[in-house]
């Protein structure tokens, strides 16, 4: 079954359940409030209230096994988007890695480089390395020349086309 299917049929089987159980709660309020309150003319027969009790416990137990299966369900969908982004991550750090390394780039214009990537400034930059603002800035256009870019957005658009075309291929 296709994900968007699947999900889609766990919602409405969950929201079922939960309707039940809303709607056999609130038969009890009001069986609860007409002994209390006596508005109740007739009293209801053991059987239809016997009856009543059972399939509210069965839609009980059952919104329950649904509710794990549902939290089991999630839980194996986070551990795979976990293990997505790991994925991800390590190939996004190699990529990253590989065109340090074509572009020929110091292990300064690396470490410079890393914090383009992450949006920092040149002063923020600057303030993290413990140097000069004109050094960074040295640093950040010998990066851009070594990479063929003129801006911050045209180096990360590098790095975003590169793995978007690695994902799509």
Known sequence: MKP???HRTDKLILGSIVVLQLLFSLFFIFDLAADIFGFRKEPMSWEFHEAVQIVTIIALLLGSFLGFIAFRNLTRQKRDMDRQMLVARQAFHELMQHSFQEWGLTPSEREVALFILKGLSNTEIAELRGKSIGTVKAQ???IFRKAG???RAQLISQ?????IGEATS
Not at 159 to 163: A, G, H, R, S
């Open 4 to 6: 968007h299917i699947k």
């Open 149 to 151: 870019a003129n801006s």
């Open 159 to 163: 790095f975003m086309e590169e793995l």
């Open 140 to 142: 950040v256009n010998a």
